[in-house]
């Protein structure tokens, strides 16, 4: 099978003209970063909200566009409603409640209404793909499960859901009075995902402001309750979309998995940003693949350096939560989707987790609401 270049797919995109006639989706800027998966092709358009609904041949003609390359088996095009300024914008009217004003008590740090029954939602965030952030969001929820909690899972990142393989669960949920769905249980945790919603390989057609709405509805009408931790494992990165979720999901906090050698490239410290911009409190810093124990002598080696995280953390003033070692048992009981903390719990990758979990447990019931994040108003 060819490789699919993404200058390709970007120089088929350009000969398609912008919503208003004039220029091309491409030099307008209104494709986002493209993901490309095996043969599968996924990119989002961005659009005004209000004009969401006329926009749809635009993103049928941007499909079948990239589909006409040769290598491409099928795509995932979506439109996601354009920022505007005012918070909410994208599912305003999909959401049950207006938004608040900001003197209002707030039901979370964010200012969002909380979901009935489900005592804190904690976000699992990281400046870049590929540092580990999927595999260290389901063993720190199983890791607060370990440790007496209930808990669940929502993965949230819809352009790549990973939870359901990590978890080991496929199938579909069900649903409970034909709308609410009854969330998919693994390993003692409750878990809900895009993964679980539609096929591996049938291209996902969204309308509306889909995105949000998708996630609107993972939160909301799903039976989540009663839990004690709702962990959600965020999209990788610090653009619009991931400001948009973190704006539209009530969290009490946010956790930041950075490599070592990630730290120095600022990657995480965007993620920091990202939360301080909308408010939620950034409950700490996890190095994840921070240092490597030798399987046959037991010796440590800190291949990347390892300590970045702790001064960092340090620097910018917030909680260094621990450093997870670099382990082939972890990516193996991963990628088979029998994580280490609830196959293996009487390992020591295990206590690590269960470890850095009860410090973020402590810091939500202590910490989150005591000691806010700075507010920084930007434009
Ligand atoms: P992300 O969600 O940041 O893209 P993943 O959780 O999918 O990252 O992890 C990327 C790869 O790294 C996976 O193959 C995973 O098994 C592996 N991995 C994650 N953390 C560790 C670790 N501490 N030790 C070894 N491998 C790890």
Redesign the pocket.
Same mark, same amino acid.
């Given at each position: 099978m060819p490789t699919i270049e993404r200058d390709a797919i970007l120089a088929r995109l350009a000969t398609i003209p912008g919503p208003d006639g004039s220029g091309d989706i491409v030099s307008l800027g209104l494709v986002s970063d493209i993901v490309v998966n095996g043969g599968k092709v996924m990119f989002s358009i961005t659009v005004d909200a209000a004009r969401a609904g006329a926009m749809e041949p635009l993103r049928a003609r941007a499909a079948e566009a990239v589909k006409a390359l040769p290598g491409v088996e099928s795509t995932l095009v979506i439109l996601t409603a354009e920022r505007k300024g005012g918070a909410g914008q994208a599912s305003a009217h999909s959401h049950p409640h207006p938004p608040r004003a900001p003197a209002a008590p707030a039901a979370s740090a964010s200012g969002k209404p909380g979901i009935p029954g489900v005592g804190a939602i904690v976000a699992v965030a990281?400046g870049k793909?590929?540092?580990?952030?999927?595999?260290?969001a389901v063993n720190l929820a199983l890791g607060l499960a370990a440790n007496g909690l209930k808990v669940g899972l929502l993965d949230a990142d819809i352009y790549g859901p990973?939870v359901p393989r990590l978890l080991g669960l496929s199938g579909k949920p069900q649903t409970q009075d034909g709308r609410t769905l009854v969330p998919m249980q693994a390993f003692g945790i409750k878990a809900m995902s895009m993964g679980f919603l539609v096929e591996e390989d049938t291209p996902m057609i969204w309308r509306g402001p889909m995105v949000m709405s998708a996630l609107t509805q993972m939160l909301r009408e799903v039976a989540w309750a009663p839990l004690d931790i709702l962990v959600v494992d965020m999209p #990788?990165g610090t653009g619009d979309a991931q400001l948009t979720m973190a704006q539209q999901v009530p969290l009490a906090g946010a956790v930041i998995v950075s490599t070592p050698q990630d730290l120095a490239l600022i990657d995480a410290r965007k993620g920091l940003g990202m939360f301080r911009k909308v408010n939620v409190p950034v409950l700490g810093i996890v190095e994840?693949?921070s240092y490597f124990l030798c399987p046959h002598c037991g010796g440590r080696s800190d291949i990347f350096g390892h300590g970045g995280a702790r001064h960092e953390a340090e620097k910018l003033g917030v909680p260094f939560l621990g450093e997870? #070692?670099?382990?082939l048992a972890?990516?193996e009981t991963?990628?088979a989707g029998t994580p280490i903390v609830a196959t293996a719990p009487d390992s020591a990758h295990a206590a690590v987790y269960r470890t850095i979990a009860s410090r973020i447990a402590a810091a939500v019931a202590g910490g989150a609401g005591a000691k806010p994040a700075p507010r920084i108003v930007i434009e």
């Open positions: 990281s793909g590929g540092v580990g952030k999927s595999t260290t990973s #990788p994840n693949m997870i #070692p670099l382990e972890i990516r991963s990628d």
